[in-house]
């Protein structure tokens, strides 16, 4: 087995990581599939291909990443959630990872949120529907951001399967 096939399966197991860490939180997401593309053009051994699908596949990279920052913190603006609420969201959602595993993190994330937005708002309907309207744009924007990391992965393995029938 020969280096670049080492680094393309690196590469491929990296970017896998990314994807689902653009669901789960607490993996690397879509900066682990920019880094994976950028080893795989260097040392993948696809030439030029290689730096093509790195183009390709940091479009659609970049555009997840802007796209799930836009659209959840439109949203979140919208509702005049402040950003102390989703913090607080974030920590509880880490303590709650450890505390139940697998459903902790999402749970102690909307737990955390609703804490949070009933002491702002001192209403517990009013943050209830706040908090779902955060959930929601936050849901929305993972989404985008999962799904355009999937496309970057199938651009690397477009690549990949290019490289190897022109090789």
Do not use: D
């Not at 596949?57 to 509702?79: D, N, Q, W």
């Not at 744009?137 to 989404?143: E, M, N, S, V, Y």
């Amino acid at each position: 087995m020969n280096a670049e096939i080492v680094v393309t399966i690196l590469c491929g197991l990296a970017i896998a990581v990314g994807v689902a860490g653009t669901i789960i939180p607490v993996l690397p997401g879509s900066i682990l599939i920019g880094a994976s593309l950028l080893a795989w053009a260097i040392w993948g051994g696809a030439g030029q291909l290689g730096w093509v699908i790195f183009a390709v596949g940091m479009v659609f990279v970049v555009a997840g990443m802007a796209a799930s920052a836009v659209l959840t913190g439109r949203k979140l603006k919208e509702h005049g959630i402040p950003n102390r609420s989703v913090l607080i969201g974030v920590v509880l959602g880490v303590v709650g990872m450890f505390v139940i595993p697998v459903v902790g993190l999402f749970l102690g994330f909307a737990v955390g949120l609703l804490l949070s937005e009933v002491l702002r708002t001192r209403n517990f309907p009013a943050a209830l529907k706040s908090s779902g309207a955060a959930l929601k744009a936050t849901g929305i924007g993972i989404l985008v951001e999962f799904g355009l990391a999937c496309a970057a992965a199938s651009t690397w393995i477009i690549g990949v399967w290019l490289s190897a029938v022109n090789g």
